[in-house]
């Protein structure tokens, strides 16, 4: 069966300091690979997505950026995190619509 | 420019009652429609979804009820019950987006025992 791990669960972080989030996916080949992002008391905001390793595609302009290394691994990075990071981040994985996304169990990530 | 919204940021319903969450969408080109259920502090996970070729997909206590004329969908839960308490995200896809899903903003349903 197909699992999704991602990690850490939790992070505090200051102003300023690098960003690494992983996400791995178990039990399937090629999938797309996504990375929401949650703020408080928001919606669901796409950050990037990826349909292959080393393709990516960002959503909105923003101080991240992510990188599919391996088919089933998908980064999410910033080199200076900024206090407007905060949020809880999420990745998906897809593998054709009928099933929709399946979703990780997220980061919190608090900057402060 | 949201192609899918959720206008009703939360609901509140008494256990029992039914929870009708709503959403509507611009894109005439959607064609798949699906909602998730999301707690806190964990990852979204997927409830029941809706072919445009149906107006209606049921399983167990939840319905799903769409309306291509109008572009509206909803989500009835009968009866609902307090582990139902969650923020609901419809979401939709088809056209030149294919797979990929645009979420509404989540409507946060609250059942009172």
């Known amino acids: 069966s197909q699992t999704i791990h991602q990690w850490p669960a939790t992070l505090v972080q200051p102003v300023g300091s690098p960003l690494s989030l992983e996400c791995t996916v178990e039990g399937t080949s090629n999938p797309n690979l996504y990375w929401y992002r949650q703020a408080a008391g928001r919606g669901l905001q796409l950050l990037f997505y990826s349909v292959g390793i080393g393709q990516i595609s960002s959503e909105v302009p923003q101080n991240l950026s992510a990188s599919r290394p391996q088919d089933r691994q998908f980064i999410l990075s910033s080199k200076k995190l900024l206090l407007s990071d905060s949020g809880f981040y999420l990745c998906?994985?897809?593998?054709?619509?009928?099933?929709?996304?399946?979703f990780g169990s997220g980061t919190r990530l608090t900057v402060v | 420019d949201q192609q899918v919204k959720q206008n009703s940021p939360s609901l509140s319903v008494q256990e029992g009652r039914i929870s009708i969450l709503n959403c509507d969408y611009t894109n005439s080109m959607f064609d798949y429609f699906l909602w998730y259920k999301k707690y806190p502090a964990e990852g979204p996970t997927f409830l029941i979804s809706i072919s445009s070729i149906k107006d209606k997909n049921e399983d167990g206590r939840f319905t799903v009820f769409l309306n291509k004329s109008a572009k509206h969908l909803s989500l009835h839960i009968v009866p609902s019950q307090p582990g139902d308490s969650a923020v609901y995200f419809c979401a939709a896809s088809g056209g030149n987006a294919g797979n990929m899903l645009t979420f509404g903003g989540g409507t946060r349903l609250m059942v009172k025992p």
């Open positions: 998906a994985w897809s593998i054709n619509r009928d099933l929709g996304y399946t």
